[in-house]
Every structure is written in structure tokens, then in C-alpha cells.
């Protein structure tokens, strides 16, 4: 069994546990925790004030006189960690209505109705309960442990789905709602993924160039990015079909809105030759790529996507095109769209309408719009809000690499570390040197 699926196993069975407890004992186990700490608190207390009397380190002094406060705090007032579990959920939900209320406004504002009923009663339910959860004195903490309980349960099903081999010779993806990782887990999966692979590197451990399952050559490829600072940690995602990458963001920095997480959508098609190089060289991405296999309706679905997408945008030109500023790179360099069109020619487009005229970085993102083409596909990477992330097709499609007849047959990792690309499965199998 492979480290993956080991550890997928190990997390459903713990958290499956974990969580049929919550529901069936909830104040047991609340009580059991808040003892626990308790007890933790004042072993800590005593040891933090010995290590002072010994060492005279104001560090371990410091240290325990706030585990000292911690342990009083408790004690003194035990319906705090309810409290803080409530304002955390209720905080959660009232953000989460938030980012579907914009959604919901952004949609009207662009004349695309299709889904406003959905987004509204998702806006509506989320402010409700969390307004419950923050303001309502009566809501009793049995009810919160068993909530939690059921959802450790859900989470225990989804780690012991993906440990099942699965990919029978028949196997093939459909449509559904997928148990997802929680969005801030998932947010941060990519640049864990590239801490971890540096972290192997510089061990000096083995990895492997390129990795594939197939002779056969994926048409259509997935591209999860990761860089060094600020949102590139998050992550961005783009996909090529056939030698011709697509990626769309908020690429316009005139209709930036809302801190730069709201802008007019816009998207470029580049040759992948010319891509991956300069995501690598200039911008200092990493890149994790999943190829994907195709049969011949695939294919033609794929294709009426992209024709989709070109029947509904028009040519839109960077400030260096519209300034014809090609002698006076420097001035327009920190400019991302006019950097990448300098240096590799890349095209910009704009949605005339529809789901993509405007970007919203928690909303209609660049996931959003790599899903249109892989749900076309049957890819069900859907969680309940409908929002996902790159960090969340980096978990599916690292889960369907795994699976023996899955169509995603190859999978690779480019970096500019060694100056060469090095096999996601650096963090899957070391042991296999290229």
C-alpha cells in the first residue's frame, strides 16, 4: 500500500472514531477535553516554574505564568471553550454568506441569472446560521460537540474513498458532489506540496524527473502553480489542451476592485513552450503537472468548451500594446499582463458576458475555469459552497493519479531547483531515483 493511501486510511479511521464518539457521548467527551487541558495546563505550569528555578531563563518564566493564566482562566470560566468554538463557527458562516452574497451581486451585475437562487438561499442559510451561532445564548454545547462529531464522520468517508483502489477497467469520472478538504486546508495545500518537495531536496534525497503510467500522450494537462510570496502561496491553476495553455485571472489592474479580488476577467492562450519556461525562469513558479488521457468524445467535449470560451470573449490589449511601449520594457514591467505579452506574446481576451466576465478571487476564480473544461470531463471537484481552489484540484488530482485506471496518467513537477523538471513523486515514492 502506497504512503498516500496509508495515510488516507489511518485519517478516516481515526477521524470516523473520533467523530461516532462526538455524537454519541458529546458531553463526556467535552467534559473529558476540558480536564485534559486542565490537567496539561498544570503539569505545564509546574514544569515551566521548575525549568525557571533551575535555569533562571525568563523564557520558561513567561511561559508558565501564562499557562498559570490559562489554567485560572479555564476554571474559572469553563463555558469559554464554547464560546470560542461558537464565535469561530459563527464568524466562519458569516464570511462564507459574505463570499456568496458578492457572488450573488457580481451575477446580477453581469445579467447572469442562472444560478442567483442557489447563490441566494446559500447567502441566506450561511447568515442565519451564523448569526445563530454568534448571538443565540440557548444554542447548547451537546448540540455543537455532535455537530462536530458529524462532520469529523463526513470528513473520515471522503480519507477512506480515496484510500480504495478504485479505477476498475470501466472506471471512468461523473458528476456529483465531492467531499472536499476544508477551503482554508486546502488553501494552503499547494505551497505545502512545494515546502515539502524543497524540504526533500536539500536532504539530498532521490527524486524522479517524470512520472507516467502510460506510453500513450495526454492531450489535455492540468497546472497547479505555486510561488515564492504574498497569493502565489495560495496558488493558481491553469490547463493546456493539446500544446496551448489557458489561464484566467484578474489580469486587468484598471478594474481592480475590492483590495485587487474583484476585477473584469480576463484570459490568454499561450503555446505551453513558451509558458512554463517563463513561469519558471521569470516569475519563479513552481509548477505541478497532471496530464490527463482523452478518448474521442472527450476530446470533441473539451473543444466545444474552448469554442464556448472564444465565441463569448474579444481581444483585449495590455497597457503595453495599447501604449506600443515594446522600447520601453522597464516602465511597464511591473505590469503582469504586458510582462508576459512582451516576453512570449501570450494573448489577452475578455468575457463579453456570463459566468467569467468578472473575476472574484473566492468566487468565480481561475479553478472555476479550469472546472468548466474538466467538468466537461465528469471531473466532480465540487464542494458544498460550489467554490473551489487550486489547492482543491491539487488534492483531486494527486488522489486520481493514484487510482490504476484513472485518466490522469502522468504527473510532474517543474522547477527551477536543479534548472531541470523533477517528478511529483518526490513526495509519493523517494525511494525511486531518477
Not at 477521524?15 to 467527551?29: A, F, R, Y
Not at 470573449?313 to 510582462?339: C, L, M, V
Request: proline share 4%; charged share 20%; hydrophobic share 45%.
Amino acid at each position: 500500500m502506497s504512503s498516500g493511501r496509508s495515510f488516507d486510511l489511518t485519517a478516516g479511521v481515526v477521524l470516523s472514531v473520533l467523530g461516532s464518539v462526538l455524537v454519541l457521548l458529546p458531553e463526556n467527551i467535552y467534559d473529558l477535553i476540558l480536564n485534559l487541558a486542565l490537567f496539561i495546563g498544570f503539569f505545564n505550569t509546574i514544569y515551566q516554574l521548575v525549568q525557571y528555578i533551575l535555569k533562571k531563563n525568563l523564557s520558561d518564566l513567561l511561559f508558565g505564568l501564562l499557562s498559570l493564566a490559562f489554567v485560572v482562566i479555564l476554571s474559572r470560566w469553563q463555558e469559554l471553550p464554547e464560546w470560542f468554538i461558537r464565535v469561530m463557527f459563527g464568524t466562519y458562516l458569516l464570511c462564507s454568506a459574505v463570499v456568496t452574497g458578492i457572488q450573488l451581486v457580481l451575477d446580477v451585475e453581469d445579467s447572469y441569472l442562472s444560478r442567483i437562487a442557489g447563490l441566494l438561499f446559500l447567502t441566506a442559510v450561511y447568515g442565519a446560521l451564523g448569526f445563530v451561532l454568534l448571538f443565540s445564548p440557548d444554542l447548547d454545547t451537546t448540540i455543537l460537540m455532535q455537530l462536530f462529531g458529524i462532520y469529523f464522520v463526513v470528513m473520515g468517508i471522503r480519507f477512506f474513498m480515496n484510500a480504495l483502489p478504485g479505477g476498475g477497467k470501466n472506471y471512468h469520472w461523473k458528476r456529483g458532489r465531492r467531499i472536499m478538504l476544508p477551503p482554508a486546508i486546502s488553501a494552503i495545500l499547494p505551497d505545502w506540496f512545494l515546502k515539502h518537495i524543497n524540504e526533500t531536496m536539500k536532504k539530498g534525497e532521490p527524486v524522479i524527473l517524470h512520472e507516467q503510467k502510460t506510453s500513450r500522450r495526454p492531450q489535455l494537462q492540468v497546472m497547479v502553480h505555486v510561488g515564492p510570496k504574498g497569493f502565489q502561496k495560495i496558488g493558481h491553476i491553469s490547463f493546456a489542451y493539446k500544446g496551448v495553455v489557458y489561464s484566467y485571472g484578474n489580469y486587468d489592474s484598471d478594474s481592480f476592485r475590492l483590495n485587487g479580488t474583484i476585477g473584469d476577467g480576463v484570459f490568454f492562450n499561450l503555446a505551453a513552450e513558451d509558458y512554463i519556461p517563463n513561469m519558471l525562469q521569470v516569475e519563479k513558479n513552481t509548477i505541478f503537472e497532471f496530464g490527463i488521457l482523452l478518448d474521442a468524445d472527450q476530446e470533441q467535449a473539451v473543444e466545444a468548451e474552448l469554442a464556448k470560451m472564444r465565441n463569448n470573449s474579444y481581444r483585449w490589449y495590455t497597457k503595453i500594446e495599447r501604449s506600443d511601449g515594446y522600447d520601453r520594457f522597464n516602465q511597464f514591467e511591473a505590469d503582469y499582463p504586458s510582462r508576459l505579452h512582451y516576453r512570449s506574446g501570450a494573448k489577452m481576451y475578455k468575457f463579453k458576458g456570463g459566468k467569467f466576465r468578472t473575476y472574484w478571487a473566492l468566487g468565480d476564480n481561475c479553478a472555476a475555469f479550469t472546472d468548466v473544461v474538466l467538468g466537461a470531463l465528469g471531473a466532480d471537484v465540487l464542494n458544498i459552497r460550489g467554490i473551489i481552489s487550486p489547492g482543491t484540484y491539487l488534492d483531486f488530482l494527486q488522489t486520481e493519479y493514484l487510482r490504476p485506471n484513472s485518466p490522469v496518467v502522468t504527473r510532474t513537477i517543474h522547477t527551477l531547483a536543479d534548472g531541470s523538471a523533477i517528478s511529483s513523486d518526490a513526495f509519493g515514492n523517494p525511494d525511486r531515483p531518477c
